[in-house]
């Protein structure tokens, strides 16, 4: 009899971890889809946008139809980098007889320069309107950094999830 109830109560765990995952991801599908972009949220990994935006910062990112302009904050990623950047455009170039932008300029608020010197591809002048991930319409700051804290100490990462393992398997 106390076998049975305690292989019950370890499928009533196993779905409810199911059910609270699963609903996590319902609610990221949802926001991405609401947000226009694959990725809703970004956090700042450098301080090339202060003092706007500081290192550890998380971004709200939004996508619609209206085209990019100056001044707007803007993540986006470069060719042959996994990581992607966040810069304020500074200029907007668009080919003639063509309504869409087609390429921009940007540039850290931090940075003497542009990002043609040191952020694109090599040869790269003007980041494509496809490279464009999102733009910013929110921070939260601070909160990108356990993120950052894990990403750059794996075994503070390791150490969390070894706890909450042990911490589930444990827990009645």
């Not at 971890?17 to 926001?31: E, N, T």
């Not at 309504?99 to 010197?117: A, C, M």
């Not at 950052?148 to 990462?157: A, G, Q, R, S, T």
Request: proline letters at 4%; hydrophobic letters at 45%; charged letters at 20%.
């Amino acid at each position: 009899m106390e076998m049975k109830m305690g292989l019950r109560r370890t499928t009533t765990q196993i779905i409810n971890l199911g059910v609270l995952v699963s609903s996590a991801l319902v609610l990221w599908k949802i926001w991405v889809c609401l947000c226009g972009t694959v990725s809703p949220l970004t956090v700042v990994l450098s301080g090339s946008m202060e003092p706007g935006f500081k290192r550890g910062d998380a971004l709200l990112l939004h996508m619609d139809d209206s085209p990019v302009r100056s001044g707007d904050i803007v993540v986006f990623s470069v060719q042959g980098q996994e990581i992607s950047i966040v810069h304020r455009v500074i200029k907007v170039h668009q080919e003639r007889n063509v309504t869409q932008v087609n390429f921009i300029l940007t540039k850290g608020d931090n940075n003497p320069g542009d990002d043609r010197w040191g952020i694109y591809a090599d040869g790269q002048q003007w980041v494509e309107q496809k490279d464009v991930l999102g733009k910013v319409f929110g921070v939260l700051p601070y909160v990108g950094w356990p993120s950052i804290i894990m990403n750059e100490h794996p075994m503070v990462k390791y150490l969390l999830l070894g706890s909450l393992s042990l911490l589930a398997i444990i827990t009645d």
